[in-house]
């Protein structure tokens, strides 16, 4: 069963073109993590946080990339994080059209 894992955090920036910019390298590193299928980078300027939405084959998965990310960000400096892990319906987000992928 696939899961998704929703993460946001304090993050003082930068933002748009220039996140993009500077996080290119590590777009491309979480890409190659075993089991992701996907991640959705979010951003908001105005509340100061950053984060994504990303789906794994399974939980373990799921879990082991957290814990790799927790530690990550708190290289960062960044020691608040919050993270949720959902079992995703398949059968119902299929219907709804969601891009759940291989």
């Known amino acids: ?3 998704l894992l929703q993460v946001d955090f304090p993050y003082p920036g ?3 073109a220039q996140m993009s910019e500077a996080m290119k390298g590590l777009a491309e590193s979480i890409a190659h ?3 992701l299928l996907w991640k959705i980078w979010t951003e908001d ?6 984060g994504g939405i990303y789906l794994f084959v399974d939980r373990a998965s799921a879990d082991a ?3 790799m990310h927790r530690a ?9 994080v ?5 079992d995703v319906n398949t ?6 059209r969601a891009p759940l992928g291989a």
Do not use: C
Request: no cysteine.
């Open 1 to 3: 069963m696939s899961v």
């Open 14 to 16: 930068p933002w748009g």
């Open 33 to 35: 993590e075993p089991g």
């Open 45 to 50: 300027e105005a509340n100061g946080e950053a």
């Open 65 to 67: 990339y957290l814990q």
């Open 72 to 80: 990550r960000l708190l290289g960062f400096g960044i020691a608040h």
């Open 82 to 86: 919050n993270a949720k892990l959902f």
């Open 91 to 96: 059968t119902l987000s299929a219907i709804d």
